[in-house]
């Protein structure tokens, strides 16, 4: 597990806050930077037209047309939205990773790494726990 951030963020909330605005597993990957197992949610399985949003503040993350089989077993997308994501060192489970979180509201969105499709050649594999997909209208 991470340290919890202590840089600010668009917005803020307690623990106490976070902890009554999302379910016990979104706590876990967003604020405790947990991940959930592969394969579970059912956002791997989500491709209508829409956008991936953040559990926490709603921030538009990630566009369906940036989403990829990448048989990891969680969402992956090759890039995301302009000015959604930030990055970070992430040196747990003994190993050096690039972190990925939400810029608004610093939850922990996943990692990125340098194995992914054109255009980009990045694999942005994040929690489905830390997503809401909103159908295009």
Not at 79 to 90: F, K, S
């Amino acid at each position: 597990m991470n340290p919890k951030r202590t840089e600010p963020f668009g917005m803020s909330k307690t623990d106490a806050e976070w902890k009554q605005q999302l379910t016990p597993e979104q706590y876990h990957v967003l604020r405790d930077h947990g991940t959930e197992r592969a394969g579970t949610s059912p956002l791997n399985r989500e491709h209508r037209p829409g956008t991936f949003v953040c559990a926490g503040c709603a921030l538009p993350l990630f566009d369906m047309s940036a989403k990829f089989e990448s048989g990891s077993g969680w969402p992956s997308f090759h890039e995301p939205l302009e000015h959604a994501v930030g990055t970070d060192v992430d040196r747990s489970a003994s190993m050096i990773r690039t972190g990925v979180h939400c810029r608004r509201c610093g939850g922990h969105l996943g990692h990125v790494f340098e194995d992914g499709p054109r255009p980009t050649g990045l694999r942005y594999c994040v929690n489905g726990a830390a997503m809401r997909f909103e159908p295009a209208e």
